[in-house]
């Protein structure tokens, strides 16, 4: 069966009916709109038709297409390499502490009488700043010179020797005791007769034997004294008196002594810190009386990180400032290194002396320090801080050869300034560097150098 086809000229029916309503709503929505000039509405019919015409049609004008090309070189500036070390710095924490520091106290138990001094007083050396009760040093001291004085009068009188009256007195004394004894034997003879013709007892005889044995002891014992008085005092004598007398001065001295310590006075200049005691305390051997500190020398102790142990030296430059004094910062060396390190943070000290300190700093401030410590590489050089690039956690610089940049990863070891000091075995003495241009350089990228220090040196 053969399909009914329409005219070439005439449309369905509905599709006309379609077409007349559009019409109809066309007409009536631009009845209430201004009408375009014609000739507008024909531009943007030409212009809307030759739009089309270019999407769809291939053009036969060529299009710019992407460049598959290397950039063009950058321009750079360089520097020969030149070897050369210097010093890193390295901050340190530390704190003041008094150069010198005694803790008075006494060397006698006795009662405080006085304290002449206070907190924050200054005191010079051998200046009185305290007094003790002196009642019993006075009185051992005068014992003690009573004593000195009768020794050394006994030792005059062995010097000098027995005196004549006393040899004439000894003499004297053994003549009558011979005479005693004379009488003695003449009664003994007479009792003796009488005993025998029974006149007399024998108790009598015995008595009278017993008064010529009294009376020849005495003789004998005052011819003794006699021999020794004109005789004189031995050497052995003498010195043994001398002896005692030397004994007596040092009692002497001893009790002084006492008197003197009833006295406590500062041993060196400083500042009183601490006071202990009030007049009317008892005291004892060696309890704190007064705590004093110097003012004419500190030191300062530094901690230095337990990795530089070894490379720190007495005499390295140290330069030292103070939050308390922001107008004060001193350069000196480093006295003494502690040869012992903390147990608890492993940090070694190391000691400076501040011989004449600046006024306001006090025992128990904080210090900084900046200490200088040499580098020690042979690979090192010298090169500008702007050769130098920083990308993640490394320092790399470029070199340059045969127009190409090079990226060498190096390790900065001291910061000079506007230099700094880095090391790396692979680079060279002369070798040429980047030093401007460098920024977002990549390895291998193509340079062109259009200003070399390294020519001009």
Do not use: C, H
């Not at 924490?93 to 008094?98: D, K, P, R, W």
């Not at 024998?202 to 004998?220: G, Y």
């Not at 004294?225 to 001295?253: F, K, M, N, S, W």
């Not at 002396?353 to 210090?367: C, E, F, S, V």
Request: charged share 25%; no cysteine; hydrophobic share 40%.
């Amino acid at each position: 069966m053969k399909s009914i086809e329409n005219p070439p000229n005439q449309l369905p029916a509905s599709k006309l009916q379609f077409e007349e309503q559009e019409q109809k709503e066309t007409l009536s929505t631009d009845s209430s709109k201004s009408t375009l000039p014609g000739w507008l509405l024909a531009v943007l019919i030409l212009g809307g038709g030759t739009a089309l015409w270019q999407v769809f049609t291939p053009s036969s004008v060529p299009t710019a297409q992407t460049s598959t090309q290397a950039p063009p070189p950058r321009p750079v500036e360089t520097i020969a390499l030149t070897p050369g070390t210097g010093s890193r710095l390295v901050r340190l924490l530390g704190q003041v502490e008094a150069g010198e520091r005694a803790t008075l106290s006494p060397q006698i138990d006795a009662t405080v009488q006085r304290v002449l001094v206070r907190e924050g007083d200054r005191v010079t050396p051998g200046m009185t700043v305290a007094i003790l009760d002196d009642a019993d040093p006075r009185l051992a001291l005068a014992e003690a010179r009573a004593r000195l004085a009768q020794e050394r009068s006994n030792l005059a009188r062995l010097l000098v020797g027995t005196r004549p009256e006393i040899i004439a007195q000894r003499r004297a004394e053994l003549n009558a005791a011979i005479a005693r004894e004379l009488e003695a034997q003449d009664n003994l003879e007479r009792v003796a007769s009488l005993t025998e013709e029974g006149a007399l007892s024998r108790r009598a005889l015995v008595e009278a034997r017993t008064a010529v044995d009294t009376a020849t002891s005495e003789k004998f014992r005052l011819q003794a004294l006699l021999a020794e008085a004109q005789a004189g005092p031995t050497r052995e004598e003498i010195d043994a008196q001398r002896g005692l007398v030397a004994a007596a001065v040092a009692a002497v001295e001893q009790a002084e002594l006492g008197m003197e310590r009833t006295q406590i006075k500062a041993a060196f200049s400083g500042i009183v810190q601490s006071r202990d005691v009030d007049p009317g305390d008892y005291v004892e051997v060696n309890d704190p009386v007064l705590t004093v500190v110097s003012d004419r020398e500190f030191d300062v102790f530094l901690e230095i990180p337990e990795a530089l142990s070894g490379q720190v030296a007495p005499g390295m430059t140290v330069n030292l400032t103070a939050r308390a004094l922001p107008n004060w910062q001193q350069t000196t060396g480093i006295t003494a290194v502690v040869p012992t390190a903390d147990t608890a943070s492993r940090r070694q000290l190391v000691r400076v002396t501040l011989d004449n300190p600046p006024q306001g700093l006090l025992p128990g401030m904080a210090i900084q320090a900046n200490l200088a410590i040499p580098v020690e590489n042979a690979d090192t050089f010298i090169v500008p801080r702007d050769a130098l690039t920083r990308r993640g956690n490394e320092w790399l610089l470029f070199s340059v050869n045969d127009n190409q940049a090079e990226q060498v990863a190096v390790e900065m070891l001291a910061d000079l300034g506007t230099d700094v000091v880095i090391a790396n075995p692979e680079l060279e003495e002369g070798q040429s560097i980047v030093v401007r241009g460098g920024d977002g350089l990549r390895d291998s990228a193509a340079v062109n150098v259009v200003n070399s220090l390294a020519d001009s040196l």
